[in-house]
């Protein structure tokens, strides 16, 4: 089997803190967060805390046969779309040189949006009569038939970005689409570097989206006992410090573009990066498939390293999962702390989701996405508020602020329900 260098030479991003790649960077060169306070008169104060995008960049040169099927993409596909757009923007002449065939196109959903009744709520209201006590199914049919969206239930399908986007692009090759939780845009990525490196494709796109920000899905994560009650405000989100009480949600989308070194060199690229290994790993909880392991990704992470025949000495940073619940952001790391005493390496950590809020399966490329930047201008990242860890972790190099780093390649962790760990290192050109 063929095994071929994979690079990076495409990236785009949509979050709470930019519409595209350049201003991500600029905002968290600035430690400028996109969490907002959001009031609803029907939540609880603790859950109007979201990370919400202000707004976002379509293409230009949508077909007029595409825009009309667009009306099936809900709002957080429209975001994955428009990182997809902007990820694949330098790379227009590769593809059209590329047979379809030889595309692969990978894209994760990580979507809330359409759970819930709040489509069909207006008709609800009005065959109620707002009593909530009896229905009269006439008054509901004549209400939906004016007040609902015949469209409601298509766009809650999260393959619906996937198949728009293969036509959008034309990427023919082996392709897929995963739905789930964390860690399934790294994934995502995983399956696009592997279809070109063991030569099935030349070029592929790797999308991750989500919006974990609609009131049901709020719910359900409060009852799960992982959001933060958000004491603190917009800073309450605050990976591996001593006082973190869970995490804030998000909505965005990200992708990355890759093909295999032979082609971006013949066709002069701009070589963005070189994935240099790939990993996954499942740590089981015994009778409780919900609680975090001890050690979540330390498999994962000896195993990218093997992969990319590397050391922790050789990285700049390391990018945890940090969701900055208790369980798992101790586990996470414990598993580094084995680790760098096994290696004897100390290597700083930096939690980027307090920029954003959880975005789901974007938060997994989008992370890889702001680590090459970072990497690029010699930085490690700061740790929005953050400001102690706990005793046993009080000698990783964490911080508040931006630290100097001098090595080119950085690792990313994504971990979710399960004990599922999916690791990427990445060399920065």
């Known amino acids: 089997m063929s095994e071929r260098e994979v690079v990076i030479t495409g990236v785009g991003l949509t979050s709470p803190i930019g519409k595209n790649t350049g201003e991500n960077r600029d905002s968290v060169s600035a430690m400028k967060t996109g969490i907002i306070h959001d009031p609803k008169d029907d939540l609880p104060d603790y859950l109007q805390y979201i990370g919400r995008v202000p707004e976002y960049l379509l293409p230009e040169d949508i077909a007029p046969k595409q825009i009309g099927q667009m009306k099936f993409l809900n709002r957080s596909a429209m975001f994955g779309f428009c990182a997809a757009s902007e990820a694949v923007s330098h790379a227009r002449e590769i593809i059209q040189d590329t047979e379809p065939g030889r595309r692969s196109l990978y894209v994760a959903a990580g979507d809330f949006t359409k759970i819930g009744c709040n489509d069909i709520y207006p008709a609800l209201k009005d065959a109620t009569g707002n009593k909530w006590e009896t229905i009269d199914c006439e008054k509901l049919n004549a209400s939906g038939l004016n007040k609902v969206n015949p469209f409601f239930l298509l766009e809650s399908l999260n393959n619906n970005l996937f198949s728009f986007l293969s036509a959008y692009v034309e990427f023919m090759g082996p392709s897929t689409s995963l739905a789930s939780l964390s860690p399934y845009g790294g994934n995502a990525l995983e399956l696009a ?41 917009s800073g309450s989100f605050r ?46 909880s015994p009778g409780n498939k919900f609680s975090v392991p001890e050690k979540v990704c330390k498999r994962s992470v000896l195993s ?4 990319a025949s590397a050391s922790v000495s050789d990285l700049a940073f390391i990018i945890p999962h940090g969701s900055g ?64 860890a706990e005793k046993r972790f009080s000698e990783l190099k964490i911080s508040a602020s931006p630290q100097p780093c001098e090595k080119d390649q950085f690792l990313s962790v994504s971990y979710g329900v399960g004990g599922q760990s999916s690791t990427v290192i990445i060399e920065v050109c």
């Open 325 to 388: 619940t208790q369980k798992g952001d101790r586990s996470e790391l414990n598993s580094l702390m084995d680790i760098f005493n096994e290696q004897k390496a100390d290597i700083p950590v930096c939690g980027l989701k307090p920029y954003t809020g959880h975005m789901g399966a974007a938060s997994d490329i989008a992370e890889i996405i702001t680590g090459m930047h970072a990497v690029r201008e010699k930085t490690v990242p700061a740790t929005l508020n953050f400001h102690a």
């Open 239 to 284: 990976p591996f410090d001593v006082n973190r009480d869970g995490f804030i949600t998000g909505e965005g989308g990200a992708a990355i573009f890759l093909e295999s070194y032979e082609n971006a060199k013949q066709r002069g690229a701009n070589i963005l990066g070189r994935i240099r290994g790939v990993s996954n790993a499942i740590e089981f």
């Open 193 to 233: 570097y592997r279809a070109i490196r063991q030569d099935k494709a030349d070029v592929a796109l790797a999308v991750g989206y989500g919006s974990w920000i609609n009131d049901i899905a709020l719910y359900e994560l409060e009852g799960l006992g992982i959001l933060s009650r958000c004491k603190r405000g």
């Open 304 to 307: 990218v390293l093997e992969d």
